[in-house]
């Protein structure tokens, strides 16, 4: 209930006046029984014609307030619980933007997902029954109770007795429903990881032919899911059989004690009509409360996920506000390893070992080694996705845990091996490091990545739509697109990793000589599996088993390095039988 109040309280004007409405919206509604019960007496016992069209305009007066106030309430209640989903979504957005790629496998990327979404949709649902349903009820019981007592004090004593076994069954049954939600919320996340998995692989799925495979896993989550929801509907046909019980009993316990009172004159017909008119209201708000009470641990439980996410503690904090200055006069060092080690949270071994080197402005460092040698970790360690466990990683000669993230990524231009791009358009995605750059500057950038000609192949140029991921384009166009993106930005240090393995040789010599003149006054970190990608670059970095295997250049490391001289001569002999 904390995280619930904690997002109402910026809407609390919106809440008063909701509950406000609500408030004159029951009055209303007990009114009318009491004013019906004074017409049906008035007729009975002679009243005059006035007295009745008297009764009668009050009746209607009631009932047009009531309905206005209901119709208001139901208005600010929709918009108070739109607005607090919003502000959710938004707090449950900007935190996984904070998360780790470590938090994100914590979490799973799904189940952020489905917390955004579906839980939140469940609360903004239990906010408004809430209001709506369960709210009304103290009101409405306190009155009729009171009332009922006015008229009928043994009355009024039965009408608590069953309101009171009612309220017990309804929290008994909310009880043992709890596990039952709490089960739901991870069946849903199992659900959605499958469908995300059958959705996103679907062409591996029909590459191998295990369609069948993948519909009787998904049916198996289905399955789960509906019985687990059988399970919990059965309690809640269990719960309104026996209200439906108890207030039928109660409308004959009344019927049949009224008789002897009305005979002995201590009741009149109309009192009768309303004591029951009371009761079922009483016992109709209740059992709506009761249907948005069981419902209530699923809202619950969903409120705690979304806690959890809220309330963790990143992995990557950061530590100070402002952006800060280079410790010392511009050496040309932009980047330096200083005796890094790495280990990831769950493993035994480190990943990196002690890597020591320095990339400086204006030249290009390379990293390359056998798979599982710790290449892309090393990305990670220059983006922060990780924070090293000994040494340190400096840009400018700071330490970039001792800045923010967003001035070290500032700084940073980073294309990953599997390029992404956004739906949209191919402007739209050049931009997305630099906002400001013109058309000039986007298709420049694209004929250093040589990009250009295909783009202008296209009818729409640069405004040519791009589909989520980039699917409508090959791995090559992404990759260069991708590339393109960073060159827009024009950073202190790019980052390569793997970012030339969908392009041919040819394409590959002609960017990296283009590269060559762009990047003059930055520094540039290749990271590769083909010798023929950083042979030229000016310091080469060989990694084996997470440790510095080797540096230098090209013709040193054939002369020093087994491990570098393995890999060229492999690749080689490959290329020679090719």
Sequence with gaps: MKLILRFLRPHWKLCVLTILLLILDVAGALFIPTLAAQMLNQGTSGASF?????????????????GVCAILGGYTCATLSARVGKDMRIALYHKSLKLSV????????????????????????????????????????LIALALCFSLDVEMGLILLVVV?????????????????????????????????????????????????????????????????????????????????LFINLFVVIVYWLSGGRISAGSLQIGDITAVIEYAMMVLFFLMMAQMVILTMPRALECCSRMQAVLEHTPEIQDMVSQDPKPQAEDSGEVLAFRDVSFRFADAEEETLSHLNFVCRRGETTAII????????????????????????????????????????????????????LFSGTIADNLRYGNGDADEQTLLHAAQVAQAGDFIRSLPDGLQSFVAQGGTNFSGGQKQRLSIARALVKKPE??????????????????????????????????????????????????????????????????????????????????AQEA
Aim: net charge positive; with cysteine.
């Design 369 to 420: 080694g056998g798979t599982g040698s710790g290449k892309s970790t090393v990305a990670s360690l220059i983006l922060r996705f990780h924070d090293v466990t000994d040494g340190a990683v400096c840009l400018n000669g700071v330490d970039i845990r001792q800045m923010p993230q967003r001035y070290l990524r500032d700084h940073l231009a980073y294309v990953q091996q599997k390029a992404w």
């Design 102 to 141: 470590y938090d994100f496998r914590q979490f799973g990327t799904a189940s952020i997902t489905t917390r955004t979404v579906s839980d939140i949709t469940t609360i903004q649902f239990a906010l408004t029954s809430f209001i709506q349903m369960v709210l009304p009820v103290p009101i409405i019981f």
């Design 493 to 574: 240090l790019y980052i390569f990793d793997d970012s030339f393995s969908a392009l041919d040789f040819k394409t590959d010599a002609a960017l990296r000589k283009a590269l060559a003149a762009e990047t003059r006054d930055a520094a540039v970190l290749i990271i590769a599996q083909r010798v023929s990608t950083i042979r030229h670059a000016q310091q080469i970095v060989v990694l084996h088993e997470g440790r510095m295997a080797g540096i230098g250049t090209h013709d040193e490391l054939l002369q020093t390095c087994p491990v570098y001289r393995e890999i060229y001569e492999s690749q080689t002999k490959e």
């Design 164 to 244: 009171a076994v009612v309220f017990v069954l309804a929290l008994l049954i909310m009880r043992s429903s709890a596990p039952l939600f709490r089960k739901l919320q991870k069946l849903l996340d199992h659900m959605t990881t499958i469908l995300l998995e059958n959705l996103t692989g679907v062409r591996v799925v029909r590459a191998f032919r295990n369609e069948t495979r993948e519909e009787r896993r998904m049916g198996t989550a289905f399955a789960d899911y509906a019985e687990t929801s059988i399970k919990t509907n059965r309690k809640f046909a269990n719960l309104d059989g026996l209200s439906f």
């Design 50 to 66: 006035e007295a009745l069209v008297h009764t009668g305009v009050q009746m209607a007066v009631a009932s047009v307030l009531s």
